[in-house]
T-cell receptor, first 115, second 110 residues
């Protein structure tokens, strides 16, 4: 069974803190993604990575950075958290086309509140 | 952009059939996906269309018309547990990017 695991389900951080959201997948997928989901705005792509050490900006990368040092792990970093980054963050992965499967699999989500 | 549109909310009765529409404007995509998301949980995969036509998976079916920029998800024999948000998404760049619509919140009433 496919598994995408996000390290923290609920976090409360203070404005200005550095925040790390960790994500691990056990499916040997090449592609990994970070989305945020807000009421009325749907899922918005922050960053994605299609290989180790590779990263691409999504639609809303400002205020975020990412790290992919190993294939199975994709980290989202908020360098200096702000209240407008309060949201639900979803990590996801998908295989390279032709390697089996063609959909995207999500983690359980991390609810971040910045106070 | 892909400009994906879905109705915001829909209500239906237990045992009924409901159709959730998704329209989009894009120059190209590899496949159209439907996901179900219960409140506070992650989206889970329901259905996928590459070619025009209907794909059936038990109580759920999805239809795609590329020429009309239109897809729908059909849910039959509605159950209370089907109350959830339904997201349509376009798969781009052969799985390297997925763009999601705003989602439709479905409420199933007894």
């Amino acid at each position: 069974d496919v598994k995408v695991t996000q390290s923290s389900r609920y976090l409360v951080k203070r404005t200005g803190e550095k925040v790390f959201l960790e994500c691990v997948q056990d499916m040997d997928h090449e592609n990994m993604f970070w989305y945020r989901q807000d009421p009325g705005l749907g899922l918005r792509l922050i960053y994605f990575s299609y290989d180790v050490k590779m990263k691409e900006k999504g639609d809303i990368p400002e205020g975020y950075s990412v790290s992919r040092e190993k294939k199975e792990r994709f980290s989202l970093i908020l360098e200096s958290a702000s209240t407008n980054q309060t949201s639900m963050y979803l990590c996801a992965s998908s295989p390279r086309p032709g390697t089996g499967g063609n959909t995207i699999y999500f983690g359980e989500g991390s609810w971040l509140t910045v106070v | 952009g892909q400009n994906i549109d879905q109705p915001t909310e829909m209500t239906a009765t237990e045992g009924a059939i409901v159709q959730i529409n998704c329209t989009y404007q894009t120059s190209g995509f590899n496949g159209l996906f439907w996901y179900q998301q219960h409140a506070g949980e992650a989206p889970t995969f329901l259905s996928y269309n590459v070619l025009d036509g209907l794909e059936e998976k038990g109580r759920f079916s999805s239809f795609l018309s590329r020429s009309k920029g239109y897809s729908y998800l059909l849910l039959k024999e509605l159950q209370m547990k089907d109350s959830a948000s339904y997201l349509c998404a376009l798969g781009l760049n052969y799985g390297q990017n997925f763009v999601f619509g705003p989602g439709t919140r479905l409420s199933v009433l007894p």
